[in-house]
C-alpha cells in the first residue's frame, strides 16, 4: 500500500525555519517526481514545488522562489522541504504528494504550518 | 500565476447530473492535456478523480466523467450520490509548473 507521512510542522515565529519531511512506502520512490502542495486553513490548494525523480531538477511556486528548497534522498525514501524566512501567509497545511501520469495520484495526510508569534 | 476559475458552488438532487467547469487560459488549460480533477471532504487529503482531462483512476466510479473545450475543462458527476458531497478542484500543467482552481462546493441536496 502505497504511504507518504509528512512531518515536521508545528508553531514558527515570522522569519523563522521549518524542515519538513516526508516519508515515503509501498512503491519504488525513485521512480516518481514527488510534489509539495499546501492549502491555507479554509481556502484552497497550491503547488509549491516539485522535484525529478534522480533530483537533478527541481521547480518552484514563483511567490516562494529563493525561500524554499524541495530535496529528496532516494536511499531513505523521504522528501524534504526546507523554509526559510516564513511569513504568516505561509500558515498552511503541507501536503506530500506522488506524481504520476501528469496528475497527483497519492497525497499524505499534510502537517499544519503554523507562523505566528 | 494565477488560478484557474471555477464557481464557488453547485449542487444537485440525488440522482441528477451536476457539472462544474474549470477555466484557464492557452497557457495552462488550453495548452495541454494534462487537466486532473479532486476530490476533498472535510478534514481529509485531496483525492484524484480525472487525469489527463479524461481518464478515471482504477475505483473511481464511472458516474465521474471530464472533459475539455479550449480553455475550459469540466468535471461531470452523473446519477448524484449522497456521498458525492465535497470540495472539488481542478488542476492544470501550465509549462514549468502547476495551478489550481479555487475549488467548488458540490452540495447534493
Known sequence: EVQLVESGGGLVQPGGSLRLSCAASGFTFSN???????????????????????????????????QITI?????????????????????????????????????????LVTVSS | QSALTQPP??????GQSVTIS???????????NHVSWYQQHPGKAP?????EVTERPSGVPDRFSGSKSGNTASLTVSGLQAED?????????AGSFWVFGGGT???VL
Open chain 2, 47 to 51: 483525492k484524484l478523480m480525472i487525469y
Open chain 2, 9 to 14: 458552488s453547485a449542487s444537485g438532487s440525488p
Open chain 2, 85 to 93: 458531497g465535497a470540495d472539488y478542484y481542478c488542476c492544470s500543467f
Open chain 1, 32 to 66: 516518481y517526481w514527488m510534489t509539495w502542495v499546501r492549502q491555507t486553513v479554509g481556502k484552497g490548494l497550491e503547488w509549491v514545488a516539485d522535484i525529478k525523480p534522480d533530483g537533478s531538477v527541481r521547480s518552484y511556486v514563483a511567490s516562494l522562489k529563493g
Open chain 2, 22 to 32: 474549470c477555466t484557464g487560459t492557452s497557457s495552462d488549460v488550453g495548452g495541454y
Open chain 2, 105 to 107: 462546493k458540490l452540495t
Open chain 1, 71 to 111: 530535496s529528496r534522498d532516494n536511499a531513505k525514501n523521504s522528501l524534504y522541504l526546507q523554509m526559510n524566512s516564513l511569513r504568516t501567509d505561509d500558515t498552511a497545511v503541507y501536503f506530500c504528494v506522488r506524481n504520476s501520469a501528469w496528475s497527483f495520484d497519492r497525497w499524505g495526510q499534510g502537517t
